[in-house]
C-alpha cells in the first residue's frame, strides 16, 4: 500500500511540476522538461529533508566541518540522489508509465564543470561520506560559468572548447540572495590609531559581490542533507548609464565584466601575468565569501564568537584555499577587535590542511609584487605572520639562515602557500603512507623536525556506493547475495566475501557480470563515437590526467614494442587488448598534448592494418568525464598505475577499478603500496623502482640513454617513434627520453620499462587462466573496503576535526 501511496505522489508531484513550470502535461512534455521536473521534485524531498536535520543541528549544537576546496568533481546528481534517497525503483516505474525512461533521463544530464580531476572528485566523495555518516558539513567552492574545458580530438590535436555546463546543469542549484556577502581587492590600506586602539583603514578598493548557490548533497539511507555552497561574482557597481547612453556599451559595462570574470571559468591558464591575477583573485574570492559566510551562521547560532573554536573546523584540500588563514586573522582583528594573539590562536585551532602533492611546481607561490598590489591587507598580514615565524626559528636554529629561509613563508619575491599552510594549521596530512612519510622525509621535513606532532596520514578513499553499488549494480546484487547488503553503509565487510574464492558458481558469476559491463561499455562507446570494439579483449585502461609523471608515455612504449613485435611476426604470441586511455592535457602543457596525439596517432595507424587491429586497438575517450567513468570502470581488467615512486601522492581511480575487480599494473606509488598490502602480493602486479631506489638513482647520476643502448628492443621502440604513426613523426618524443639537452626522461621511463614488460606479460598470462585471474579479481573486490571515503571521513572526524555524527 505504501509505495502505491508513494507511486501516486510521484505521479502527482511530477503533473505539477509540468504543469506549473512549463505548462505541460505527461503527454505533451518533451523529455528535458520531464527532466527538469524530476530535479524540481528531488529538491523538494531534500529541502524538507534538510530542514529536518537542520533542527537537529540546532537542538544538539555540534561543532561543524567546512571543507574549501577549489573544485568539487560532483557528477550528474540525479541518479545518485534518487539511489540515495531510495526511490530510485518508484521513480522508475511511474516515468515508464507516462511513457519515458529513466536512464534516457540520466542520460539527459550534463557533467558539472565544477572540477577537474583527483582533487575535485575526492572532495566529492568525502561530501557524499559526511552526508552519509551524518556529520554536520559545508563545502566550499566557486559557481564556475565554464568548465575547464568540452576536450575535442581533431586529427590527434585537443582542441579546447567552452564547457557551458549552466545551460542545462544549474537545475540542483538553490540561489541564496540572503546570503551574500562583499569581497575588497585593490586598493590602498593605512593604520589610524584612535582612542579606541589601531584601525585598519582600507580605501579605493573594488569590491565585488559573492552570490551563493546551494547544491543539496544527500546521503545513502540518512538523514543528513549537507550543503556544497558554490559563490557567484557580481559587480557591486550599476551600470554606468552615461556612457551607455553615449553608446559606450562596452566601457559601461567593464566594471560588471570585470567582476564576473571570478566565477567565469575554472582554472584559467596561469602563464601569463593576467592568468596568475585571475588564479588569485578566486582563490581569495572563495576563502573570503566563505568565511564570512560561517562568521555569520556562528554568529546567528550563538550570538557571540566566544567559543569559535569550540564549534567550527576549516579544512583547506591543498593550498588554494590556504588564504583563508589571513582572512581569519583580518576579520577577527579588523571587524571584531580581537589581539593578534587571540586572533592566531583561534588560526591554529580551526584550520587543518592536506596536502596532496610533492611536485615543486604543485606548491603554489606567488609573486609579492602582485600579491601586495591585489591584496594589500592581507599581504600586511601575511608578513607579520612570516616575521613572527621566523622570529621563533631563530630561537630554535640560531644562525642558520639556510633552513630559516626555506621554511619562511615570504622570501625571495615568493608567498608560499605550503609553507603557510604548515606553520598555521593544527594538523597536516598525506593522502596514503607513503605519501605522508615523503612529506616528513623530503618537502616539509624542516617543518617536521621543528613540529612533528603536527604531522599525520589520511589515507584517501572512494564513494563506494557511487562507484560501486549504483555503477555496477550486478555485481552490487552478488555481493548483496553472498555477504548481504551491509557493506553498503560498512564498506569493511566487503572482506567477507573472499569466503567465495573458490565457489566456482561466484566466479562465474563475477565473469558474466564482468562481460556485460564490457558490452554495456562498447555500446556506449559505439553509440557516441561510431568505434567498435572487440569485447573479448582484455581491457588494459589508463585514465588520468595527461602529465609526465602519470607516465602515459611508459604505457606507449609497450604497445610499441607489441607493434613491432606483431610487425615483426604476425603470429606472436600477444593476447588480444584493447588500450584505452581518456584525460585532458593543461591547455599550456605542449608536451601532455603531444602525448595525447602519439596516442592517437598509434590507434589510427593500427586501425588501418586489418591484421594488427584484430589484435591491438588504442583507444582515446575525447572528453573523459565522470558519467564515461561510472560505465568504464566496471567494465575494465587491467588499471594502470604505473607513476613513477614517490611522484603520486594516493590516486583514487586506482580504488575504484580495485573495487570493480579490474587488476592493477603498477609502481610502489602512492595508494598502491597499501592496496598491495590489503590483498597480498600475488594479486596485485608491481614492478619497478622504490621511491628510495628513485631517489639513489637521481644522486648516482640517471643516465637514460644507458637502458636504450642496452635494450634492442627499446631502441627499436625508439627508432618507430622516430618513423611515427599515421604520417606524424614523434622525433621530439626520442629526444625527451635519449637526447634531451636538460633532463632525458625525468620520469625514468626507460629504466622501468623493462620491469613494466615484465609484469604486463604476467598479467596477461594470467588473465588466460580464467580461474586464476577471476580468483585475484575477487581477491581484490573483497580487500577494497579500507579505501571507502567512509572511513576517510571517520580518520579525519576522529582525529583531526573533532566532530560527532548528529544523532
Not at 564570512?292 to 583547506?316: M, N, P, R, W
Not at 640513454?705 to 606524424?728: E, I, K, P
Request: charge should be neutral; aromatic fraction near 10%; hydrophobic fraction near 40%.
Amino acid at each position: 500500500m505504501k509505495e502505491k501511496n508513494t507511486a501516486l505522489q510521484i505521479k502527482e508531484a511530477l503533473e505539477t511540476k509540468l504543469s506549473g513550470h512549463f505548462g505541460a502535461t505527461p503527454d505533451t512534455a518533451t523529455e528535458r522538461q520531464v527532466y527538469k521536473a524530476v530535479i524540481l521534485c528531488v529538491k523538494d524531498i531534500l529541502t524538507q529533508k534538510r530542514a529536518l536535520f537542520r533542527e537537529e543541528v540546532k537542538k544538539q549544537h555540534p561543532k561543524k566541518i567546512y571543507y574549501l576546496c577549489m573544485e568539487f568533481l560532483i557528477g550528474p546528481s540525479l541518479r545518485n540522489n534518487l539511489k540515495n534517497l531510495g526511490i530510485e525503483d518508484e521513480y522508475r516505474k511511474v516515468l515508464a508509465d507516462m511513457g519515458f525512461d529513466l536512464d534516457s533521463i540520466y542520460a539527459a544530464e550534463p557533467d558539472p564543470g565544477l572540477g577537474n580531476g583527483g582533487l575535485g572528485r575526492l572532495a566529492a566523495c568525502f561530501m557524499d561520506s559526511l552526508a552519509t555518516l551524518e556529520y554536520p558539513a559545508t563545502g566550499f567552492s566557486i559557481c564556475y560559468e565554464y568548465g575547464l574545458f568540452k576536450q575535442k580530438i581533431v586529427d590527434g590535436n585537443q582542441l579546447e572548447l567552452p564547457d557551458n555546463w549552466l545551460k542545462d546543469g544549474e537545475g540542483w542549484l538553490v540561489p541564496r540572495n540572503d546570503k551574500q556577502f562583499t569581497v575588497r581587492f585593490g586598493g590602498h590600506v593605512s593604520e589610524k590609531w584612535t582612542e579606541q586602539g589601531l584601525e585598519i583603514v582600507h580605501e579605493s578598493y573594488d569590491e565585488v559581490v559573492a552570490v551563493p548557490y546551494d547544491i543539496m548533497i544527500s546521503g545513502n539511507n540518512s538523514k543528513a542533507v549537507n550543503n556544497l555552497r558554490l559563490w557567484r561574482a557580481h559587480s557591486n557597481t550599476q551600470i554606468n548609464m552615461s556612457l551607455f547612453s553615449q553608446g559606450e556599451y562596452v566601457k559601461a559595462m567593464q566594471e560588471n565584466t570585470n567582476a564576473e570574470l571570478i566565477s567565469k571559468v575554472l582554472y584559467p591558464s596561469d602563464d601569463h601575468e593576467g592568468g596568475k591575477l585571475l588564479r588569485l583573485s578566486q582563490q581569495y574570492f572563495l576563502v573570503s565569501a566563505s568565511l564570512q559566510s560561517i562568521i555569520s551562521d556562528h554568529l546567528k547560532t550563538y550570538g557571540s564568537l566566544a567559543g569559535f573554536a569550540d564549534k567550527v573546523a576549516i579544512h583547506i584540500n591543498d593550498t588554494h584555499p590556504a588564504l583563508v588563514i589571513p582572512e581569519i586573522m583580518r576579520i577577527f582583528m579588523d571587524q571584531y577587535s580581537y589581539s593578534w594573539d587571540e586572533a592566531w590562536k583561534i588560526v591554529t585551532s580551526v584550520v587543518s590542511y592536506t596536502n596532496h602533492t610533492v611536485l615543486p611546481e604543485a606548491l603554489e607561490k606567488w609573486n609579492t609584487d602582485i600579491f601586495r598590489i591585489k591584496l594589500p591587507r592581507i599581504y600586511m598580514i601575511v608578513e607579520e605572520i612570516n616575521r613572527r615565524f621566523c622570529a621563533d626559528l631563530w630561537n630554535i636554529y640560531p644562525g642558520d639562515w639556510g633552513r630559516i629561509s626555506s621554511m619562511a613563508i615570504v622570501a625571495y619575491n615568493q608567498v608560499r602557500m605550503a609553507n603557510l599552510s604548515v606553520v598555521a594549521s593544527h594538523t597536516v596530512n598525506g593522502v596514503s603512507a607513503l605519501h605522508s612519510n615523503i612529506l616528513k622525509d623530503t618537502v616539509f621535513h624542516d617543518f617536521y623536525k621543528a613540529m612533528p606532532e603536527k604531522f599525520t596520514n589520511v589515507t584517501n578513499g572512494i564513494a563506494h556506493r557511487r562507484w560501486l553499488c549504483y555503477s555496477n549494480p550486478e555485481l552490487s546484487s552478488l555481493l548483496t547475495e553472498c555477504i548481504g547488503d551491509g557493506f553498503r553503509k560498512d564498506p569493511v565487510q566487503l572482506k567477507n566475501f573472499l569466503k567465495f574464492r573458490d565457489d566456482a558458481a561466484v566466479l562465474a558469476r563475477l565473469e558474466s557480470i564482468k562481460k556485460h559491463n564490457k558490452e554495456r561499455f562498447a555500446r556506449y562507446l559505439e553509440e557516441k563515437t561510431g568505434e567498435k570494439i572487440d569485447t573479448s579483449t582484455i581491457f588494459d585502461v589508463q585514465v588520468k590526467r595527461i602529465h609526465e609523471y602519470k607516465r602515459q608515455t611508459l604505457n606507449v612504449l609497450k604497445i610499441v614494442e607489441y607493434y613491432n613485435e606483431l610487425k615483426e611476426n604476425p603470429n606472436a604470441n600477444i593476447a588480444p587488448c584493447t588500450f584505452i586511455f581518456g584525460g585532458k592535457a593543461a591547455p599550456g602543457y605542449y608536451f601532455a598534448k603531444d602525448i595525447i596525439k602519439l596516442i592517437w596517432s598509434i590507434g589510427e595507424e593500427i586501425r588501418s592494418d586489418k591484421r594488427l587491429r584484430d589484435i591491438i586497438r588504442v583507444i582515446y575517450l575525447e572528453d573523459y568525464n565522470v558519467s564515461t567513468a561510472e560505465i568504464l570502470m566496471p567494465a575494465s581488467d587491467i588499471s594502470e598505475q604505473i607513476s613513477l615512486a614517490g611522484k603520486e601522492a594516493s590516486g583514487t581511480g586506482c580504488m575504484k577499478f580495485m573495487i570493480n575487480g579490474a587488476l592493477t599494473v603498477g609502481t610502489l606509488d602512492g595508494a598502491n603500496v597499501e592496496m598491495q598490502e590489503a590483498v597480498g602480493r600475488d594479486n596485485i602486479y608491481i614492478f619497478g623502482l622504490t621511491s628510495t631506489e628513485v631517489d639513489d638513482l637521481w644522486r648516482n647520476g640517471y643516465d637514460a640513454a644507458h637502458y636504450a643502448r642496452h635494450n634492442d628492443r627499446l631502441m627499436g621502440v625508439m627508432n618507430t617513434l622516430r618513423s611515427g604513426f599515421a604520417g606524424n613523426s614523434f622525433s621530439n618524443i626520442v629526444n625527451y627520453f635519449i637526447y634531451n639537452h636538460n633532463v632525458s626522461d625525468p620520469y625514468m621511463c626507460l629504466a622501468d620499462f623493462e620491469p613494466y614488460m615484465n609484469a604486463s606479460r604476467l598479467a596477461r598470462l594470467d588473465y588466460a587462466n580464467r580461474e586464476l585471474w577471476l580468483r585475484k579479481s575477487l581477491t581484490n573486490i573483497a580487500g577494497a573496503g579500507f579505501f571507502a571515503a567512509d572511513r576517510s571521513i571517520r580518520d579525519y572526524a576522529e582525529n583531526i576535526w573533532h566532530i560527532k555524527p548528529v544523532k
